[in-house]
Structures are given as C-alpha cells and as structure tokens.
C-alpha cells in the first residue's frame, strides 16, 4: 500500500492498495458540502487504476486533491514497476 | 408564510406565541408596558441559606411546564446549568423550558432531557452539541434564539416570563449580594444575569464563595434574589477563563487585521472615538494594532465596548482610553481589572444595545469588528449555522453592535479550508446587509455600496477594493460551489433580530 497527503485541516490522505477490483472509498468532513466533487474528481484522476482507492478528506482545495492523487498514482505506479 | 425584509419566508407563530416578520432595523415599534416579577416579602431572618439545590427546587415551587433561566458568564467551565438541571430531572419535572443566555459544549447532559421530556425547548444560544442535537431534532419543540439584548427585551416586554432564575454566583453573601470578581470561579462581571434578577418570580443564587455580609462590589443586589445555595464548586476556571488569549499567527488572518484597521484609520479614528472590541484571533489583532496606531498618532479613545481581554486592560492602564465598558471578561487580567480599576465599568445588558430602550451603548460606538461563519452577496451575515445547515453557535451581541455602531466591519477570511464563506445567499441571516458596512477578507475588502462616505474615504488606499459579487466569484472559483444544505421543511429553531421580530428560521438537517 503507499499513500500521499496528511491529516491536517486542509489536506487530503490518498491510499492505494492492490485488490482484486476496483473500489474508491470516499470520507470527508465536507461530506454534504463537497462529497459529490470529491468523488468525480477522483473518479476523474484515477481512471483505469484497478485498486482500492480510499480518500481521508480534511477540508482540502480540489487542486490540493489533484495533486495528492497524483503523487500516489506516479507512487502506485513504481512501486509496480 | 409571509417574506421579511431580507425576503426570508418566516412563520407568524412560534410555539403558539405570535411574532412579527422582521421589517428592518428600528422599523417595528415596542408596545405596552415593561413586566414586572412576583411581589416578595423579605424573610425575617439574616440568612437566604439554603442547604441544597433540590430542597431550594422545593421552596421555589417549580412546577411541571415552567421556565428556568442561567446565565453565561462561566462559559464552557460552568458547572451550575448542568447541576440544576440534573437536580430537576431527579425530582420528576417534565416540560420545563430552558431559557439560558448560551449553552456550551459542556451543557452536553441536556441533550438527553430534550428527548426524555424533561425539557421541551431551550430558548437561547446553543454552541456545539445541543445546538446539533437541536438541528437533528431531538427538542419537540421549537429553538428561539435571541442576541444579548433581544433576550432582555424579551424579558422586559414579558415575551418570556421566567419562573425561576438560577444565577452561577462566583461571590456570595448569605443575604444575596452577589459579585464575580472574586472567588475561586471569577468570571468578571454578572451582567447577563441582571435582568434575570430584576424579573424572574424566584432568583436563586448558587456560589462556591460565601463571604460576610456584605458582598462587595455588588453586581446583584440582595432585594432581588431568594435564596443562596452552597456548592463545592460552580465551575472549572480552565473553561470560564480562556487563559491568555493569542493574536492569530496567520498570515493571511494578519492581512485581514491590517485592512480592517486602514479602514478605522480612514473612516473612524479621531481623537475621543469609541469601539467594540471582541476576543477572536482577528479581532485582537485589530485591538492590538489599532492601540500601536493611537500611541503613534497621540490619540486616546473615550471607550471601548467589551468583550474585556488583557489587550483592552492594558490600552486602559497605559492611558490610551479613558473607559471600558464591560459585560463580559474573557480573561484574569479583566477580571483583575474591573475589580481594581474604576474607568473598568460593569454595565448591564439592559444598556448594551436593547433598542426597546431608551438608549443603547451600543449606538454609541463609531467603530465595531465583528466575525461571520458566511456573509452574501446583500451583506447579509451569519454567525448561527455552517454552510451544512447545522445550527452550532449563538448570536451573542453580533446584532446590536452592527445595527449600533457608525462603521461596522466584517472580518472574515475568503474561504475556511475548502469552505466559501463569501457566499451568494447565506444559510441563515443573523445580521441584514442593511446594518453592515465593510466585508474585510485577505484578498481585499468590500464597502456596501450605500456608504459612499467609505467609498470616498477609502480613496487612494493600497487596500484593493472588490464589489462583493466580486468576492463571492473569486472564492467560489477557489473552492466550487457547494452543495445546498440537505434540510427538511421542519423548523427546529427561531433567529430573532435584537426587536423581537423573526429574521429568519433554521430548518432540521437530514441525517
């Protein structure tokens, strides 16, 4: 499993984990504010990835989102390699 | 239902009890005469001594239905309104009404009395988990919350008629003079309490410091209260006093400070000005630095309205105001203060801002700093709800010192975490648009575009100056547009404006 992000107020934790499918779970303390553009954007970003994909959200910008479903993408991707 | 003036659908009736849609400030004029409490005849002896809260329950006569009240001045440390209303669960009371100034977190024991029946609606402010219990439903009936002055004017114009008033009194004497600036519980001063003493049928004292007779100073008088009940302690002074309170370190809350105080720069400072200074993070940082701009400048302030917090005492002792007015100490050093310094006043709520009255303080203020959890497009504020519709915080003076003072300033940073706090439409109007003047975020400040006399003054500034739908745009580019809180058409509580008139209504929150 590697991960990207903290649990600070204002950032994200991404996790990816191999698993037989795919599985996005989704935990935000804005979860009736922003639960619906969380999920498209890390349906967006993570396309493809047959993973179990989970997102601790802290009240985080989506452009901070982005970027730390990125970074453990790219992570998920060496460590595949 | 019919629409208000700041075109909020609102009931005409609360819990049987008619109310007036809010029409404007200063637009809906008082009628009839003050009421007036239970004629008492002293008691013979020399003592008001009573052993205990369950046997003082018992002489006052509560009975089921009726209305206790507390007051705040121990805040999140208070010990008093969670005794007492244990005490009345013990004995069997159903369907009492709770009419606190606030409750806080700690108040938590009473959200099971809302759903056992032993409380049917608390009327008064709710921060934290009450106030979400509330916006769950638990209570049966409706929530009325009132700003500090709308609560005395309730009580004066006899909207609420309170039985029995049970008074956290940090200093006792056996005859029922009370102060709290000594004893082990110090809170300053008792000033929410005084209207509860001057109406309430019954007034309980209940102290952890008794002292000879004669209390001194006395904030509430001996006439007006029954009895006084010993504990071993009314509260934890970890939560009344908020230690030493700190100027934020962020710097984008900084920059939010440095605007709002070119604003007062521009707008309101002249030598004998007047302000009302509060104890959140920006707001001491807008006292702290408004006091390093007077020493600079040589200009003394005639008074500041409090909210007192060691920042206010030490513009006081270093000569820079002549006055403080306080219904509130947030800290030991104005306690210290009010119990030493005779420029320190303790004023009653009565006069903070009751416009039901013939005169406020608040009126006469030319510079107030005020915070919000959102703020619209109309300038409209809200302090009572989060953007998910949950009601978690009350009114406290936020009303009366907008609608008050000459200039008032909104400090609120653009956005809190992924959150928009400039907002097209706020989720429930504390404060209409109409009584503010300035909305100071990080990015710049927005001026309501009736002032032209700001828009004037603040010509020339480095501060960068945005018409609020401006804001709002910018904020909601950073963060996306929330969705809309996921409420029921049930209403669960009542925001009245400071005249008693319904601004607006919280409904219940879906699980």
Same mark, same amino acid.
């Given at each position: 499993m590697i991960s990207a992000g903290t649990t600070e107020k204002g950032d994200v934790l991404v996790k990816i984990e191999n698993s037989e499918k795919r599985e996005i779970i989704v935990n935000s303390k804005l979860e009736r504010l922003y639960g619906k553009a969380i999920r498209a954007t890390v349906e967006e970003m993570t396309e493809g990835i047959d993973a179990k994909i989970t997102v601790e959200d802290f009240g985080a910008l989506d452009w901070v989102l982005r970027a730390r479903l990125e970074a453990a993408i790219r992570k998920y991707g060496g460590e595949k390699e | 239902m019919p629409i208000n003036a700041v075109g909020r659908e609102v009931p005409s009736e609360i819990n049987g009890q008619k109310f007036k849609p809010f029409a404007g400030d200063m637009k809906t004029p008082p009628e009839g005469r003050r009421a007036g409490s239970l004629i008492r005849m002293a008691p013979r002896g020399r003592s008001k001594i009573v052993n205990s809260i369950e046997e003082v329950i018992k002489k006052v006569g509560l009975e089921d239905g009726m209305t206790v009240s507390f007051h705040h001045h121990l805040r999140n440390g208070d010990y008093v309104v969670n005794m007492v209303m244990k005490t009345i669960e013990k004995m069997g009371f159903k369907d009492i009404r709770v009419f606190p100034t606030a409750l806080f977190p700690i108040h938590e024991p009473l959200v099971p009395m809302l759903k056992n029946g032993v409380i049917r609606r608390i009327e008064g402010s709710m921060n934290g988990p009450v106030g979400e219990a509330t916006s769950y439903g638990a209570m049966r009936e409706t929530a009325v919350l009132r700003s500090h002055s709308g609560r005395v004017r309730a009580v004066e114009s006899g909207e609420v008629h309170i039985?029995?008033?049970?008074?956290?009194?940090?200093?006792?004497?056996?005859?029922?003079?009370?102060?709290?600036?000594?004893? !082990?519980?110090?809170?300053?001063?008792?000033?929410?309490?005084?209207?509860?003493?001057?109406?309430?049928?019954?007034?309980?004292?209940? /102290?952890?410091?008794?002292?000879?007779?004669?209390?001194?100073?006395?904030?509430?008088?001996?006439?007006?209260?029954?009895?006084?009940?010993?504990?071993?302690?009314?509260?934890?002074?970890?939560?009344? +006093?908020?230690?030493?309170?700190?100027?934020? /370190?962020?710097?984008?809350?900084?920059?939010?400070?440095?605007?709002?105080?070119?604003?007062?720069?521009?707008?309101?400072?002249?030598?004998?000005? @007047?302000?009302?200074?509060?104890?959140?993070?920006?707001?001491?940082?807008?006292?702290?630095?408004?006091?390093?701009? +007077?020493?600079?400048?040589?200009?003394?302030?005639?008074?500041?309205?409090?909210?007192?917090?060691?920042?206010?005492?030490? +513009?006081?002792?270093?000569?820079?105001?002549?006055?403080?007015?306080?219904?509130?100490?947030?800290? *030991?050093?104005?306690?210290?203060?009010?119990?030493?310094?005779?420029?320190?006043?303790?004023?009653?709520?009565?006069?903070?801002?009751?416009?039901?009255?013939?005169?406020?303080?608040? @009126?006469?203020?030319?510079?107030?700093?005020?915070?919000?959890?959102?703020?619209?497009?109309?300038? &409209?504020? &809200?302090? &009572?709800?989060? @953007?998910?519709?949950?009601?978690?915080?009350?009114?406290?003076?936020?009303?009366?010192?907008?609608?008050?003072?000459? *200039?008032?300033?909104?400090?609120?940073?653009?956005?809190?975490?992924?959150?928009?706090?400039?907002?097209?439409?706020?989720?429930?109007?504390?404060?209409?648009?109409?009584?503010?003047?300035?909305?100071?975020?990080?990015?710049?400040?927005?001026?309501?575009?009736?002032?032209?006399?700001?828009?004037?003054?603040?010509?020339?500034?480095?501060?960068?100056?945005?018409?609020?739908?401006?804001?709002? %745009?910018?904020?909601?580019?950073?963060?996306? %547009?929330?969705?809309? !809180?996921?409420?029921?058409?049930?209403?669960?509580?009542?925001?009245?404006?400071?005249?008693?008139?319904?601004?607006?209504?919280?409904?219940?929150?879906?699980?």
């Open positions: - | 039985d029995v008033a049970f008074i956290a009194a940090p200093t006792a004497d056996p005859y029922g003079n009370l102060n709290g600036v000594d004893g !082990p519980s110090a809170c300053g001063p008792l000033a929410y309490a005084m209207v509860d003493a001057y109406h309430a049928d019954h007034v309980v004292a209940i /102290t952890d410091h008794i002292v000879p007779y004669p209390a001194h100073p006395i904030s509430i008088y001996q006439h007006n209260v029954d009895y006084v009940v010993p504990v071993e302690k009314i509260g934890d002074p970890q939560g009344i +006093m908020s230690g030493t309170l700190r100027i934020t /370190t962020s710097p984008s809350r900084l920059r939010i400070a440095r605007y709002a105080l070119e604003v007062i720069e521009r707008v309101a400072l002249k030598p004998g000005f @007047s302000f009302q200074a509060g104890a959140g993070g920006i707001s001491l940082a807008v006292t702290k630095f408004l006091g390093d701009v +007077m020493r600079k400048k040589g200009i003394k302030a005639s008074f500041i309205n409090g909210g007192v917090t060691k920042y206010v005492v030490d +513009m006081l002792h270093e000569g820079l105001v002549d006055v403080v007015l306080d219904g509130q100490a947030f800290d *030991l050093d104005a306690v210290k203060s009010l119990k030493e310094d005779p420029n320190h006043i303790e004023t009653p709520l009565a006069m903070y801002g009751n416009p039901y009255s013939s005169g406020t303080i608040t @009126s006469m203020l030319d510079a107030g700093v005020l915070g919000a959890t959102e703020v619209d497009i109309d300038f &409209n504020v &809200n302090v &009572n709800t989060h @953007s998910d519709g949950l009601l978690l915080h009350g009114i406290g003076g936020h009303q009366e010192v907008a609608a008050g003072s000459a *200039l008032t300033i909104i400090t609120v940073p653009l956005y809190r975490y992924r959150v928009p706090v400039i907002r097209e439409r706020v989720t429930t109007v504390t404060t209409p648009g109409e009584v503010v003047d300035v909305v100071v975020t990080e990015r710049g400040i927005a001026i309501n575009p009736k002032r032209d006399d700001i828009i004037e003054a603040m010509r020339g500034s480095k501060v960068p100056i945005w018409d609020i739908q401006d804001l709002q %745009k910018k904020a909601y580019q950073i963060c996306g %547009k929330p969705e809309e !809180p996921k409420t029921t058409d049930e209403i669960i509580a009542a925001i009245l404006w400071r005249d008693g008139t319904i601004i607006d209504v919280v409904y219940k929150v879906k699980k």
